[in-house]
């Protein structure tokens, strides 16, 4: 039988391995924890520096009026869940679900109209202050925007939220409260797409944080309208409520105003500050 000979007798030595270097450990540790600092700093706080974009008023009158009607929508989605699955309407979930089909449409017709309609007053606005470029080419202003499109739907989607709050209050015939969130509809997309387009021309370079930042607070209005709508209506009822929110959106129109007094002043200002 043949013996394995032993490593001593071969004379080869075993590798050893080096002694451990406590600051080379340390360092590692060190920036495996900066890499991972990084990592969260990157993905949760510079998200959040868009917020640093209400500073400018432009920027948040804006958002803050396209906020006001975002939270009034989800109150209203609430509420038609609500209110026509009890008495006197006891509607089936089917049924509830074709309750939103009026307010759908009303979104529809402003996305396709409201837009070229903005566009002409945009146009003629630019013409009655003779704003060209060197080519010739009309020179648009965002605030041109807010005009009477904007008070349009300023009036509109408020009286829509007020008649539809007392007349599903009231357990009027279904078709009374759905024409008047056909109105709504109308109304609130009209601001929606009014704004968000603003905030991508107030910051033309930096558009996606315009976008970004007005998703963001009106999300958390939006949050705050779906987690109050169910006990307000239960305290308070439809008609109540939804005069409440008609009379708060009604008075933030004072949004228009401003813009087409300070518009100018805060863009020219903004501009500078973001160059």
Do not use: H
């Amino acid at each position: 039988m043949t013996s394995v000979p032993s490593p001593q007798g071969t004379g080869n030595l075993a590798p050893t391995r080096p002694p451990l270097n406590r600051t080379s450990t340390r360092q590692s540790v060190v920036d495996k924890s900066s890499r991972y600092i990084a990592i969260l700093k990157r993905c949760l706080l510079d998200p959040l520096k868009i917020i640093l974009y209400l500073r400018f008023p432009a920027v948040l009158i804006t958002v803050y009026y396209a906020s006001i009607t975002f939270g009034s929508l989800y109150l209203l989605n609430i509420s038609l869940e609500t209110t026509f699955s009890a008495p006197p309407y006891n509607y089936s979930e089917i049924i509830i679900g074709l309750t939103y089909i009026p307010n759908s449409i009303g979104y529809i017709l402003a996305s396709i109209f409201g837009g070229r309609w903005t566009d002409m007053i945009m146009a003629r606005e630019a013409k009655k202050a003779g704003r060209y470029d060197e080519k010739g080419k009309l020179m648009y202003r965002p605030e041109d925007r807010m005009r009477e499109n904007a008070w349009v739907a300023a009036f509109l989607y408020p009286a829509a939220l007020v008649w539809y709050g007392w007349t599903a209050e009231k357990g009027v015939f279904w078709l009374v409260p759905l024409i008047a969130n056909f109105f709504f509809g109308v109304g609130s997309m009209l601001i929606f797409s009014m704004a968000t387009t603003m905030l991508t021309e107030f910051m033309p370079k930096r558009a996606s944080s315009g976008v970004a930042v007005n998703n963001l607070v009106r999300n958390i209005f939006s949050c705050v309208g779906s987690l109050v709508a169910q006990p307000l209506i239960s305290a308070i009822g439809n008609g109540w409520l939804f005069t409440g929110v008609g009379v708060i959106a009604a008075l933030s129109c004072i949004v228009i105003w401003a813009m087409r007094r300070f518009g100018p002043r805060w863009r020219d200002k903004m501009n500078r500050e973001l160059e």
